[in-house]
């Protein structure tokens, strides 16, 4: 029903930047809530940030907050997670996922659909 397509993931070293998108398809909700998750080795997924239907809302981690940005593209049917002064611990593999509500937008069990991941990992 709803395919989403992460890409831009990468290595690179401490310090550094990358971003990432994430790119809809299918039978998407008229107006969704996209988020980012990460997941690294041996640990839960934890929620990163997520981004409302119109673009006034945003939430992000506090592990994130100031680091990274979370955006809309002027389709809609895209989102893109800037990261800046990237750290080892930021390493995981990323996935984008969207739910239909802004509610409860931190937790990972309210989103219905999933991407397949880009592996993101920072050197020191």
């Known amino acids: 029903q709803v395919q989403l397509v992460e890409s831009g993931g990468g290595l690179v070293q401490a310090g550094d930047s990358l971003r990432l998108s994430c790119a809809a398809s299918?039978?998407?909700?008229?107006?969704?809530?996209l988020g980012w998750f990460r997941q690294a080795p041996g640990k839960e997924r934890e929620f990163v940030a997520a981004i409302s239907w119109s673009g006034s809302n945003t939430y992000y981690a506090d592990s994130v907050k100031g680091r990274f940005t979370i955006s809309r593209g002027s389709t809609k049917n895209t989102v893109s997670l800037q990261m800046n002064t990237l750290k080892p611990v930021d390493t995981a593999v990323y996935y984008c996922a969207t739910k239909r509500q802004w509610i409860d937008a931190g937790n990972p069990s309210a989103y219905a659909y999933w991407g397949q991941g880009t592996q993101v990992t920072v050197s020191s």
């Open positions: 299918g039978r998407t909700f008229s107006t969704y809530t």
